[in-house]
């Protein structure tokens, strides 16, 4: 990949990469299979280390592994909404990612959980916050040759919640027309902490930070939520297209901040 | 162009060995080079579902796979499903609920829907309906389909 540079892609589950093939998005001399990379197969887990979740592993093995959907049910949500059942056996969320769409479903849960993404390239190794990640549609800090390993995402905190919800026209198989990632950490009687993220409301997913840090001393309540979600809208700079307006996207980003973090907060109680 | 490769593959139950370009998408060349016309190309670009085949016992659309990647894989397509000369009971439904009009969802519906039947042989209705939401069908308006899928569970 280093020798080709920008005209080397790498080919995991292939359903972003060979339909942006046959369509001529990219004009490549080299595909490399990095399926056969154990690093990048790898799923594991421990209450120590948490999640690391190889570059290559399938959505089907992300939701069907019992310690991410007890640990992590936002990534569980995003790995189960991805495409349908045939897609979900080739692609995963480190594709998801790599691909740097707007309306990436993995990206806000990744936000929301604080994960970061493993580079490896010729210069060597380096680790990104996702946040940081997404630089433009279908771009990102991934330099010629260079490659998405794996995520890491840190031990769940006790009492911890985590959503992920999409609007979208159909019941499945469909681009977000807004999607929203959340966590929550309670404390007691109140909020600890909570990040919430946005997809398909900006050129990159958007790590609405003010407004998951104003939920920080809050009581979990709808009310506190309601404001949340206010917070949520004004941190979205969404577009007019084929798939929504500009005001529908603003309204849906307030709508699906406060159910998911409702679910997260329901979620995070019943969290050990 | 580039040179052709050996894939060796198991291809409903039988250890085969064929020749593709490392561009080739599996769906092509199970259709140009092994004659196994039963899967479809609709879209080409992983909506539709009609090209769907098992790998290794998962649904995949074949459009979306290099013909490359099936090296050492068990691949089944809709000309593996029926058993010897009997049709396979998702086969039979489907015929007798009229599940069918055109036929070029067919192939991609039966194949789908076996793998959730391997799977989980009790599906309820959500389920089945989920389960295809990959597979589009123009004609039928899904309701025969899901009818068909639900009368074979019984038979199996």
């Known amino acids: 990949m280093a020798e080709k540079g920008a005209k080397a892609r790498a080919l995991a589950g292939g359903t972003d990469l060979l339909v942006q ?252 | 162009m580039a040179k052709k490769v050996i894939v060796q593959a198991n291809l409903n139950d039988n250890d085969t060995e064929f020749l593709s370009e490392p561009r080739q998408s599996l769906l092509e060349v199970l259709r140009e080079t092994l004659a196994l016309t039963g899967t479809k190309e609709g879209c080409n670009d992983g909506n539709c579902g009609a090209c769907t085949v098992m790998v290794d016992g998962r649904i995949v659309n074949s459009c979306l796979m290099l013909a490359v990647e099936a090296e050492g894989k068990k691949i089944t397509t809709i000309e593996g499903i029926a058993q010897a000369d009997k049709l396979h009971p998702l086969q039979q439904s489907f015929l007798e609920e009229a599940a069918l009009q055109c036929g070029i969802c067919t192939p991609g519906f039966i194949v789908a829907a076996k793998g959730l039947l391997d799977r989980e042989p009790k599906a309820d209705e959500h389920r089945v309906r989920h389960w295809l939401a990959g597979n589009l069908c123009r004609c039928t308006g899904y309701d025969k389909i899901i009818r068909a899928v639900l009368k074979a569970e019984k038979e199996l």
């Open chain 1, 21 to 272: 093939l046959r369509v001529k998005r990219y004009i490549v001399d080299r595909v490399v299979d990095v399926k056969h990379i154990a690093e990048m197969n790898e799923l594991s887990y421990s209450d120590s280390k948490g999640l690391v979740l190889g570059a290559a592993v399938p959505c089907y093995r992300v939701y069907e592994d019992k310690h991410i959907s007890a640990k992590y049910p936002g990534l569980y949500d995003s790995a189960s909404l991805i495409g349908g059942i045939q897609i979900q056996t080739r692609a995963g969320i480190g594709g998801n990612l790599a691909n740097a769409a707007p309306s990436a479903d993995a990206i806000p849960s990744l936000i929301a959980l604080g994960a970061t993404a493993n580079i490896a390239g010729p210069k060597g190794k380096r680790s990104v916050p996702v946040e940081h990640f997404c630089t433009g549609p279908g771009k990102s800090v991934l330099q010629d040759g260079e490659l998405l390993v794996s995520m890491s995402i840190p031990p769940p905190q006790a009492k911890m919640g985590s959503t992920y919800i999409r609007f979208i026209p159909r019941n499945e198989m469909d681009i977000a027309v807004v999607g929203v990632g959340v966590s929550v950490v309670l404390n007691g009687n109140s909020i600890k902490s909570a990040r919430i993220a946005l997809a398909s409301v900006g050129p990159t997913p958007i790590f609405a930070t003010e407004a998951g840090n104003w939920l920080t001393g809050k009581a979990p309540t709808e009310d506190s939520v309601m404001q949340a979600a206010e917070a949520a809208k004004k941190a979205a700079k969404p577009i007019t297209d084929m798939r929504g307006t500009i005001e529908q996207r603003i309204h849906l980003v307030g709508v699906l901040t406060k159910r998911s973090l409702l679910s997260a907060i329901t979620r995070a109680k019943e969290a050990r």
